[in-house]
């Protein structure tokens, strides 16, 4: 089995940081691509970010590009979202995901539990 935790999430006010990690333990993967998306309440998981295994190709949704940053560490199985410039629309559950390179949720076959990040005004 593969399991996937996230964490780093927290309440933050608006113009803050916050970096997400996830940790990836379990059956050993290989050639993954990893991946971020959000979900507030009421509305549909939606794409954040997603990365290459070898971290040579990188997409954002247009809302988060110039302010996130998704990287990874593939000698500690371990992924990031270093999220700046945050603002109340970012507020939202988390996930971290494994699987194919993509936007679309269904490219990925692992999923963590999810951690809040909640923006103030």
């Known amino acids: 089995q593969v399991q996937l935790v996230e964490s780093g999430g927290g309440l933050v006010q608006a113009g803050g940081s916050l970096r997400l990690s996830c940790a990836v333990s379990?059956?050993?993967?290989?050639?993954?691509?990893m991946a971020w998306f959000r979900q507030d309440s009421g509305k549909e998981r939606e794409f954040v970010a997603t990365?290459?295994?070898?971290?040579?190709?990188?997409y954002y949704e247009d809302s988060v590009k110039g302010r996130f940053t998704i990287s990874r560490d593939n000698a500690k199985n371990t992924g990031y979202l270093q999220m700046n410039s945050l603002k109340p629309e970012d507020t939202a559950v988390y996930y971290c995901?494994?699987?194919?390179?993509?936007?679309?949720?269904?490219?990925?076959?692992?999923w963590g539990q999810g951690t809040q990040v909640t923006v103030s005004s």
């Open positions: 995901a494994a699987g194919g390179l993509g936007r679309e949720r269904h490219l990925y076959d692992y």
């Open positions: 379990g059956r050993t993967l290989r050639n993954y691509a």
């Open positions: 990365i290459s295994w070898s971290g040579a190709i990188t």
